[in-house]
């Protein structure tokens, strides 16, 4: 449902946000959460061009009204958890109230421009923190062309497994070693048993991969007991943002059998900092993924024509690739892969009311991932077990160094944003993480 704040017309008296090819014009308005260099609190904020609104202190001096001013006192406390819990109204009203305070006409900003300014922090000046507490961590499987090519490196007869297109495979994650954008990841020491040896060792991986995928924060929970229809599902997801799910396939592909991944997983998984709301990417929605003739139809409880026909979501992703030598030698990083977010079998909404199907809680602030997000061409792949097929076909980079998974030095950076006719750009920022040699061992 578009509204004022989607206006493409709308500038805001924030001048970098009015700026061509910004990823945070008026129209985005992402929430984080951050802190000033030098100060010990975190603070919710918006980010609006190269700067941040602090949100907590326009509600403090009275800036807000009715849902917008209860929504704005729930911005304390340096989490978006109490953000999120609130409706779907509520985070509406403080995203229109954003909007009108942001905007090149706001009376307020115009009687007393330096207030504005005292409320504005240059995203350069600060560090970036999670932007909830994150109880649980779902990571699903969504993308069938990333299920069927893995699926066909380790089952080349039988890649796709039969229950793929019914239920949306997930696992749980741990949500203890999600950190933001910018962590530097250690590689991870684990259990791992060459094909040709008879046992396994207890070594640093060496086949170190990264996954380009979109996180889903919860918004308003259910209670224990109680499904979600995925009629109502929207309204219980606040917004999404990029993720990098860390994977060491030598680790994975020793221990997955048969409970599914485990520690090749869980030593790190890296958010970016920046939440877009589902209500800013409403212009963005599109059909959902068609499925070829002869799939089956979902199941009814995943199964709505609302969703049918908006579920889906026209996000471009791009990972790129940075290596010590590359910044040895002053280069920008290089794309490797570009996919886009409309490839994904399954909508957000199928896979929030598949994991409330069981009478599962979820809660204000649990995030679910999307799986891997890959398309049907090569360069939509989007993790290196994919783009150099198991490592047999490595990426060339500029510097001639090769790679067929990542080495120490190594920063991968994924990337997101929304295009369309008749509409602004908007983007997620970044997701960065660089790699630092394990731990020494045996
Ligand atoms: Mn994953």
């Given at each position: 449902m578009l509204n004022a704040t989607h206006d493409p017309a709308l500038r805001s008296w924030v001048s970098s946000a009015n700026a061509p090819g910004t990823d945070f014009p008026i129209q985005n308005l992402p929430f984080g959460v951050f802190r000033r260099r030098a100060e010990a609190d975190c603070r919710v904020g918006v980010a609006i061009g190269n700067q941040i609104l602090?949100?907590?202190?326009?509600?403090?001096?009275?800036?807000?009204?009715?849902?917008?001013?209860e929504a704005g006192a729930a911005c304390s406390g340096g989490t978006l958890n109490a953000l999120m819990a609130l409706s779907a109204a509520h985070q509406?009203?403080?995203?229109?109230?954003?909007?009108?305070q942001l905007a090149a006409d706001a009376t307020w900003y115009r009687s007393d421009p330096q207030l504005g300014l005292r409320l504005l922090t240059p995203i350069s000046d600060v560090e970036m923190c999670l932007p909830a507490t994150i109880g649980d961590y779902t990571d699903f499987y969504a993308s069938v062309y990333h299920a069927t090519n893995v699926?066909?490196?380790f089952r080349p007869d039988n890649p796709l497994l039969p229950n793929y297109k019914y239920v949306p495979i997930?696992?749980?994650?741990?949500?203890?070693?999600?950190?933001?954008?910018?962590?530097?990841?250690?590689?991870?020491?684990?259990?791992?048993?060459?094909?040709?040896?008879?046992i396994p060792v207890f070594a640093r991986s060496h086949l170190l991969d990264y996954e380009l995928e979109v996180g889903v924060f919860v918004g308003p929970g259910n209670e224990l007991g109680q499904p979600i229809a995925i009629d109502a599902a929207s309204t219980h997801i606040f917004g999404l943002c990029l993720l990098n799910d860390w994977s060491a396939r030598d680790i994975q592909s020793w221990e997955y059998q048969p409970l599914g991944p485990f520690l090749a997983k869980s030593f790190a998984t890296t958010?970016?900092?920046w939440v877009v709301t589902l209500e800013a990417l409403a212009p963005f929605r599109r059909a959902a993924f068609t499925r070829p003739e002869g799939d089956p139809a979902?199941?009814?409880?995943?199964?709505?024509?609302?969703?049918?026909?908006?579920?889906?979501?026209?996000?471009?992703?791009?990972?790129?690739?940075?290596?010590?030598?590359?910044?040895?030698?002053?280069?920008?990083?290089?794309?490797?892969?570009?996919g886009s977010f409309a490839d994904m079998y399954w909508t957000i909404a199928q896979l929030l009311t598949h994991h409330a199907s069981n009478g599962c809680n979820l809660r204000p602030g649990d995030l679910l991932a999307s799986g891997t997000v890959s398309g049907p061409v090569k360069d939509s792949r989007g993790c290196?077990?994919?783009?150099?097929?198991?490592?047999?076909?490595?990426?060339?980079?500029?510097?001639?160094e090769s790679r067929r998974f990542l080495e120490d030095g190594d920063e991968v950076i994924l990337r997101g944003y929304c295009e369309?006719?008749?509409?602004?750009?908007?983007?997620f920022g970044e997701c960065r993480g660089i790699v630092v040699s394990a731990l020494p061992g045996a």
């Open positions: 602090d949100v907590e202190k326009s509600s403090s001096l009275g800036l807000f009204h009715g849902l917008a001013a509406s009203a403080l995203r229109a109230a954003l909007s009108a699926g066909r490196l997930g696992y749980h994650g741990r949500a203890s070693s999600i950190v933001v954008s910018g962590t530097p990841i250690r590689r991870p020491r684990g259990q791992i048993k060459d094909p040709q040896a008879d958010l970016s900092p979902p199941l009814p409880y995943l199964f709505s024509s609302a969703d049918q026909l908006l579920g889906g979501l026209d996000l471009t992703l791009e990972v790129a690739l940075l290596t010590e030598q590359m910044r040895a030698e002053g280069l920008e990083p290089v794309p490797v892969s570009r290196l077990l994919e783009l150099t097929t198991r490592g047999d076909e490595p990426l060339i980079l500029p510097t001639g369309r006719a008749g509409a602004v750009r908007i983007g």
